[in-house]
């Protein structure tokens, strides 16, 4: 899609162009879907051999529409926040917002891409049931918390590092004219780090077989996000809606955590704080780095702190050899 849009664009083409290139690849992947099914996994029927299942429909839309009304809930809730800052306090302030607002899309992507590889792992090692008697543990809690240590090892240090050099980039990619959206990407980039648990903790979840929970819990932060943009917005204008969007995750997380926590994924607490003050120290170092060569050309900054990340990672022990072989276990 990307490669025909960028074709639409050279050629002269307008938005409508683009519209029509949305819509022939949206068309052209769903056929690509339908010959796959037909042809690998469920073969079409014969027209005169169709049978309509009522039992079986009625299943499905009963398990649809929680699926549905989720999908209704997920979109509320990230449409809000540049709704009501347009009504309220117009697009200029919606253009600050949005300058820093694409930094976190593109980390919520990666963040994303991630989880919906590993959700049909972890559904299939929930289908396999609990591990064997004599073994360590169960491959399903085992593959949730692995792939939650390594979300948050990852998303950590760009949170750190956006928020700590938000100045320089915003002017580097927008030029000094969007200067004030500055502290919106100080703040809101901090987004992609419990949005990063939130999605582990939701996918388990849905893999668990517990989506009705998941869709209360989507309900209510829907509407826990529409009050404190409401009230933010109205007071702080973009810098409302930035606290909002801080504020609303960690409300989807405190919601989620009791129940994954008792009915999902059983965590230790030793480990669980272990595992925190090795990142935290690790981020520490980052942060060390970033500030004392701050003079430093943001080019040549930004891959020096990763790199002394990545040695701090790997000098307070974040992950153990136990680890290591198990990823390579859980990608075969």
Request: charged share 10%; net charge positive; hydrophobic share 60%.
């Amino acid at each position: 899609m990307v490669i025909f849009s960028l074709l639409a664009l050279a050629q002269g083409f307008g938005l409508l162009a683009l519209v029509w290139v949305f819509v022939a690849c949206r068309f052209g992947r769903a056929l690509f879907y339908f010959f796959y099914l037909h042809r690998l996994l469920a073969p079409a029927q014969p027209a005169g051999r169709f049978r309509f299942d009522r039992a079986f429909a009625k299943s499905m839309v009963s398990q649809a529409r929680v699926f549905a009304m989720t999908m209704v809930c997920v979109t509320v809730y990230w449409k809000v926040d540049v709704s009501l800052l347009s009504k309220i306090r117009g697009m200029e302030e919606v253009g600050l917002y949005s300058a820093a607002y694409r930094f976190l899309m593109l980390a919520l992507v990666v963040v994303d891409s991630f989880v919906n590889s590993l959700f049909p792992i972890i559904s299939n090692y929930y289908r396999a049931g609990r591990a064997a008697p004599g073994a360590d543990a169960n491959p399903f809690e085992l593959a949730c918390k692995k792939g939650l240590q390594l979300l948050l090892v990852l998303t950590v240090p760009v949170a750190l590092a956006l928020s700590l050099l938000a100045d320089p980039i915003i002017a580097l990619i927008y030029g000094e004219k969007f200067a004030a959206a500055a502290p919106v990407l100080r703040v809101l980039i901090w987004v992609v780090v419990p949005y990063a648990a939130s999605q582990i903790f939701a996918y388990a979840l849905v893999a668990s077989n517990n989506q009705r929970y998941d869709l209360q819990v989507n309900a209510i932060s829907m509407l826990a996000n529409l009050v404190l943009n409401w009230m933010l917005i109205t007071r702080f204008g973009y810098m409302g809606a930035t606290w909002a969007a801080l504020g609303a995750i960690f409300v989807y997380v405190a919601l989620q955590v009791p129940f994954v926590f008792r009915q999902v994924i059983r965590f230790e607490s030793k480990p669980l704080w272990q595992g925190g003050l090795k990142l935290v120290a690790a981020a520490a170092c980052m942060a060390a780095a970033l500030l004392f060569f701050a003079r430093i050309q943001i080019w040549f900054l930004m891959p020096l702190a990763f790199f002394i990340y990545l040695l701090a990672v790997w000098a307070v022990g974040v992950f153990s050899k136990q680890d290591w072989a198990l990823a390579s276990r859980f990608l075969k």
